[in-house]
């Protein structure tokens, strides 16, 4: 698939079917992840899959409320991701120019997750609203770590939407602001 029609069908699935996500697709998933960049290469993420029924459940019912993210109890699988620490080059980097390069990393290796898993066939949405606390109980994750992002995968069942983008010629200028 060209990248550009791949862009195009990746999309927030929000409506999922019963059928498992198959392991090697998930792993395929993190290894195009693994590839992604990062500020001095710092690679400040780790990957939780959440497979298993009880516990994807659980962090599904804590991702969801006041009527927000209640899809994610039908996704098979859901990913969090976990904020490690940046290396030293990378955290002095992001004192000096008063960047959170971390957060920045997260997000492109996020995306690239998900465009692997379209090309995969597979359905994602990335999830920002969730109870933290909860999750990092859940999961084992040290209190004073932070948990940015969820992504749900699975097969999904919701139709191809159009993107609802603003233009080009507000989103960007050439030469000056
Ligand atoms: C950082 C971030 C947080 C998001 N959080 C949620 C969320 O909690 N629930 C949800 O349904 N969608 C969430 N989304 C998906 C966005 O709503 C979606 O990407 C946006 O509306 C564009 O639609 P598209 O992904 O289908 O192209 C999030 C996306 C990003 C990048």
Request: glycine letters at 6%; charged letters at 25%.
């Amino acid at each position: 698939m060209e990248f550009s029609e791949l862009v195009k069908i990746r999309q927030s699935d929000r409506k999922y079917s019963d059928k498992p996500v198959e392991k090697e697709k998930i792993l395929q998933c993190l290894e195009t992840t693994r590839l992604s960049p990062s500020a001095n290469n710092s690679q400040p993420w780790k990957f939780i899959v959440i497979d298993e029924h009880n516990l994807k459940e659980m962090v599904a019912s804590s991702a969801s409320g006041l009527g927000m993210n209640r899809f994610t109890h039908q996704a098979p699988v859901i990913v969090a991701v976990v904020l490690e620490k940046m290396n030293g080059m990378a955290r002095i980097g992001s004192a000096i120019k008063n960047k959170d390069y971390s957060l920045i990393d997260i997000g492109i290796a996020v995306n690239q997750f998900c465009l692997q898993a379209a090309e995969l066939g597979l359905g994602t949405c990335i999830i920002g609203w969730f109870d933290e606390k909860k999750i990092k109980k859940l999961l084992g994750v040290e209190r004073k770590k932070r948990v940015p992002l969820l992504i749900t995968v699975g097969y999904s069942m919701a139709g191809r939407r159009e993107k609802n983008r603003k233009p080009a010629e507000v989103i960007s200028s050439w030469n000056q602001y």
